[in-house]
């Protein structure tokens, strides 16, 4: 079980970290509802393993052995730096996020109109929808 709700950036999610096998991350958060295998332009092999109970879903890449690569959480539980970021709104996100070093930002709206901010140099997304955060994914930084 993780023992805290953090989003590390580019480390992981409480004591979980990127990297990690399937069968260490499915002893940290128990078994997935969902899994599916993800279509690839490459070599490599791609599952999300999706935990419904915990809003949570972990990617797992890879050639030879599957490794967790990027998580995407809804949980408005979950904290950045301490703070209980689906609480803040996007000028306060960027404010925490310039505060802790990343300041590599991108913006963009998406199709289906919600908007979607990135910092690139810590391998986050936040998506907004009618100015409300409703999901965040980070991953391993390569």
Known sequence: MIHSKEIRPQAGFGDLEFNSSIDYTV?????PDHIEVLETMDD???????????????FFEGSDSLLLTILETKDPQVTLYGKKIF???ESAIR???KL?????????????GGQR?????????FYFED????????????
């Open 95 to 97: 404010k925490l996020m």
């Open 44 to 58: 490599e092999s791609s599952m999300a393993y999706i935990f419904d109970n915990q809003n949570l879903i972990a």
């Open 131 to 142: 100015d409300k955060l409703t999901a965040i994914n980070w991953g391993y930084h390569f």
């Open 27 to 31: 002893q940290k958060l128990g078994q």
């Open 117 to 125: 901010l990135s910092f690139e140099d810590a391998n986050m997304d």
């Open 100 to 112: 802790n070093g990343f300041e590599e930002l991108d913006t963009e709206m998406l199709t289906w």
């Open 87 to 89: 609480e803040m709104d």
